[in-house]
């Protein structure tokens, strides 16, 4: 049943990586992708975009595209766009091959989201609005990612500047240029929600570059701002300072923020910060 391996492996990395992401980077970051069947190939590339490493994503999605030629692995294209466009560069060759490619519904809302993100970054309000028409009326809502563009869509406000290239920049892993985004826009933000966000990315790239310290008060300042709002920034702030007190030994600590998860308004989120926030809270002693 050897056969059978790559398939085990894809799901228990998968499952690990909601238990213990930073292993799983480890154990990628030292294996050996030229030996790599494609269906782990595809893993490494997964987590790669979802710790932050855009870079590493392209390449390696180059790389599989032309061990596995004839085959068309269309989400292969919405992650390459993604890391693009977490470069503030242009996504669209790559969102529009994923959009003519795919036969379902999953994703295509967010790649229109994207691809009106990007219009926001060249200065086309105009193509903003049209292409958030297209992610409304496209794809379905099962996904944490289309249900989040499909509120941007309903809700029809221009996201702030500073936050959406903050957002992106800390997806792709660049922290630093994150930070100086969100300080560059203090002047521009105004509704309770911009603030909320800032003090939300400021905590999350804080975390991100292990400076754990600095990043509680940014957090507790987002519960704050946040716990009456239907946005997930609060729920999110809370689920990580419950790891950042597990990761210190604050056990009664960890656990109260946790449980706090549960506390807010419904968003995007819900339902997966929940099962990551009881995953670890069933963990502690």
């Not at 977490?86 to 967010?110: D, E, I, M, R």
């Not at 500047?161 to 521009?188: I, Q, V």
């Amino acid at each position: 049943f050897n056969f059978l391996s790559p398939e085990i492996e894809f799901y228990i990395l998968f499952i690990s990586r909601n238990l213990n992401e930073d292993q799983v980077v480890e154990a990628f970051n030292t294996g050996n992708s030229d030996v790599e069947p494609a269906l782990l190939k595809f893993s490494r590339i997964w987590i790669y975009s979802k710790s932050g490493n855009s870079t590493k994503v392209i390449s390696e999605i180059n790389s599989l595209k032309e061990s596995i030629q004839g085959f068309n692995f269309c989400y292969l294209d919405y992650l390459k766009g993604e890391a693009e466009l977490n470069q503030l560069k242009n996504p669209s060759k790559s969102l529009y091959s994923f959009l003519n490619c795919t036969k379902g519904n999953a994703f295509v809302k967010s790649a229109y989201r994207r691809l009106a993100w990007y219009a926001l970054l060249q200065n086309k309000p105009t193509n903003y609005y049209s292409f958030l028409a297209k992610a409304r009326t496209s794809g379905s809502t099962y996904l944490e990612d289309d249900k989040q563009a499909n509120e941007e869509s309903e809700l029809g406000k221009v996201p702030n500047l500073y936050l959406l290239k903050a957002r992106l920049l800390f997806d792709g892993g660049d922290y630093e240029f994150a930070l100086t985004e969100l300080s560059n826009g203090l002047p521009n933000y105004i509704t309770e929600i911009d603030f909320t966000e800032y003090y939300y990315r400021k905590g999350r790239c804080y975390q991100a570059m292990n400076k754990e310290l600095q990043s509680v008060p940014e957090f507790n300042q987002t519960i704050k701002k946040g716990k009456n709002l239907n946005a997930y920034f609060a729920a999110s702030a809370a689920y990580n300072l419950g790891i950042i007190k597990k990761n210190s030994g604050q056990i009664d600590s960890a656990r109260f923020f946790l449980k706090m998860v549960e506390n807010f308004p419904k968003h995007a989120y819900t339902s997966s910060l929940s099962m990551k926030a009881a995953g670890i809270l069933n963990s502690l002693p």
